[in-house]
């Protein structure tokens, strides 16, 4: 089964083809950062706009590449209908309703952030280590890390397809933290490349004196939490505003050479920890088989090492995608859509939901 995906959620126009929920038949990204590079965040109404110039020629070349592969026939296609930006959500929606109904296929509609879910399972035809990564049924029951720009959650995957929020960021995403924090240091847009750049030359010096930034703990009985239990979420306000004031208390000597790397490897630790610490217990609630991490900010490098780690002491599988399918992208949305045709349909008749909820 071949299965077209459109995603247009927040700041990448994308789109693949993938087959069998699995085999990564094509695949183009066209990321806006640079457009909205500027204002230091997205913009929704030049991603809008962008997604609306670019859409066609993205689908195009999607479609262009899986014919000089082999192509075949396209069964189904599948788009990202929440949560992210509305006014960026309707151009994908609206591109693959014409397709679907052009073509006279079915329509699936796709969570994003279980889409990330889907990252670790993507294999590329030519690769020459696919038959290592396990097929998703087998890596249950599952702890999922959706941990990107817009996103931090922590969820159960009792089955393949279903999904729980056992917690997640009451506040700021681990990615929008990064990128907070570069934005305040002036180290650009986005942060987290950099961030994790800077820490890691930081941490590979034999001398290293950190900063004891707060680890994301929110307060008990916050109203935020909504029924949530505190030890499974993330608050990153207060390490913000940590940050703030150290910046106003130290600005002279943050112009001084080695102290912003310092600042910067001490925040990224902060970050690191408190999702270590809610990953490492979830995972002693109850047993699992394996933790499944997706999103763009599991390319930070110090993240990875950690959560390896952790996955080694719980004795779970921990199953990463590859760097390209990190970030936003068109292959997760196909191949998740395999395993959720369930959701098929009333597809025609879908809306944009930007506040949608993981197992809704
Ligand atoms: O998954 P993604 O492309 O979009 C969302 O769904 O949000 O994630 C983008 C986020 C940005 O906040 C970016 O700063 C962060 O991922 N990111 C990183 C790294 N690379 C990208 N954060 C930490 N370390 C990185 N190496
Ligand atoms: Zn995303």
Redesign the pocket.
């Known amino acids: 089964m071949n299965v077209l995906g459109i995603e247009t ?2 700041d ?1 126009t994308a789109a693949a083809v993938v087959k069998d929920g699995r085999e990564v038949l094509s695949s183009v990204v066209y990321t806006q950062i640079p457009l909205h590079q500027p204002y230091g965040g997205v913009v929704p109404e030049i991603a809008s706009r962008a997604h609306i110039e670019k859409i066609g020629a993205v689908v195009g070349e999607t479609m262009r590449h899986f014919h000089e592969f082999g192509g075949g026939k396209l069964d189904a296609v599948a788009v990202t209908y929440g949560p992210g930006l509305s006014p960026a959500l309707i151009v994908g929606l609206n591109a693959a309703k014409g397709i679907a109904k052009g073509l006279g296929v079915p329509l699936i509609g796709i969570n ?1 952030i279980e889409a ?1 879910l889907h990252t670790p399972f993507l294999v590329d035809p030519d690769d020459a280590s696919a038959s290592d990564v396990p097929a998703p049924a087998e890596c249950m029951p599952a702890l999922g890390l959706a941990i ?4 931090t959650a922590w969820i159960d995957m009792p089955a393949y397809g279903r999904y729980t929020v056992l917690g997640q960021t009451l506040d700021d ?1 681990a ?2 933290a ?2 907070k924090a570069a934005k305040l240091l002036g180290l650009g847009y ?4 950099v ?2 750049r800077i820490a890691k030359e930081y941490l590979s010096a034999p001398k290293k004196d950190m900063i004891a930034f707060p680890k994301g703990r929110p307060r008990e009985g916050v109203s935020a939490l909504a029924g949530l239990p505190a030890e499974l979420c993330v608050s990153f306000s207060g390490l913000k505003t940590a940050l703030l004031r150290y910046v106003q208390r130290e600005g002279e000597a943050l112009a001084s050479e080695g102290e912003i790397p310092r600042v910067v490897a001490s925040y990224q630790e902060a970050i690191v920890q408190a999702v270590a610490d809610r990953t490492r217990t979830a995972l002693r609630r109850s047993r699992r088989n394996s933790l499944i991490v997706g ?3 599991s ?3 110090r ?1 990875r090492k950690v959560l390896s780690d952790l996955a080694h002491e719980a004795d779970v599988r921990l199953l990463l995608a590859k760097p390209r399918y ?3 992208n068109g292959a997760m949305i196909a191949g998740l859509a395999f395993f959720r045709r369930n959701h098929e349909e009333d597809a025609m008749r879908l809306d944009v939901n930007p506040c949608l909820e993981v197992g809704e």
Do not use: M
């Open positions: 959620s927040c990448e994003h990330h990107s720009g817009g996103h995403a990615g929008e990064f990128d986005p942060g987290g490349p961030v994790d999103g763009g900010v390319l930070n490098s993240l990190c970030g936003d």
